[in-house]
């Protein structure tokens, strides 16, 4: 999951805050203090009393494993027990030293020690499987090569990108209700289709961009070839 199922919670996505995202960057951490722990006390006002969404409470109640790159924490709050890739915010009594932190968050440059558990994680996924990519942009490479390892495993990749609450528990719903049907081993070609005709309803043809679609099979990449290129950094 991105930023995009959180933003039903009303946090900001990164991608509308460039003025914060520019900011975390270790090299400017290390050499802007003050700066940089303000930048943090902003993140922290954003996400303070948050609450998670039927997203999130969705994942939870079908124990579907999750894999985040979001710092809220709202995937533990709604009861999931998510691999966190960023990792999460400093406590308020950090707040002075934020600068110096490490995992609280991950910052650009940063070693990201939990990518390696997330590549495992997704080469274990088998045919007729299902990876939900849910509110997650194409402009992180972990998340670019997450899709690709899944596919490449043989999974089928269905992607929520808009309005992640109401279409993440009709999918799971949908889903939940096929498998437990005689004959439903094609249950999970059917839930896409569901959220298919959803966000045709929302969409004109005509709007949907290749990179914008709420519901797209990612091309094919050299998994292999990247995943040996990857060093495990933010």
């Known amino acids: 999951t991105g ?11 990164f991608m509308e805050r460039p003025d914060v995202r520019e900011k975390l960057f270790r090299t400017f951490a290390e050499h802007h203090h003050e700066a940089y722990n303000e930048v943090i006390r902003e993140l922290k006002a954003n996400m303070n009393g948050a609450e998670p969404n039927d997203a999130h ?11 985040t790159m979001n710092i809220d924490g709202l995937h533990k709050k709604a009861g999931s027990d998510a691999l966190e890739l960023h990792g999460g915010l400093p406590e ?6 934020a600068w110096a932190l490490h995992n609280k968050p991950v910052l650009y440059g940063d070693p990201a020690p939990n990518y390696v558990k997330a590549y495992e994680r997704t080469a274990e996924l088998k045919p007729g499987d299902v990876f939900l990519v849910i ?8 998340a670019c090569d997450l899709r690709d390892v899944a596919k490449h495993a043989g999974a089928k990749v269905i992607e929520i990108q808009e309005d992640a609450a109401l279409l993440c528990l009709s999918f799971l719903n949908r889903l939940g209700g ?11 070609e059917d839930a896409g289709e569901d959220i298919g005709r959803v966000v045709d309803k929302k969409k004109n043809a005509g709007e949907r961009d290749e990179h914008c679609r709420n519901v797209r099979e990612p091309a094919d990449f050299f ?6 290129k990857r060093c495990g950094k933010a």
Do not use: W
């Open 3 to 13: 930023a995009g199922i959180s933003k039903q919670s009303n946090i900001p996505t």
């Open 57 to 67: 409470f969705a994942l939870a109640e079908y124990k579907v494993p999750v894999i």
């Open 223 to 228: 998994v292999a070839e990247r995943q040996n």
């Open 92 to 97: 308020d009594d950090e707040m002075d030293k």
């Open 178 to 188: 096929k498998v437990g049907e005689e004959g439903g081993e094609g249950a999970e």
């Open 135 to 142: 509110g997650c942009s194409y402009h992180t490479a972990i």
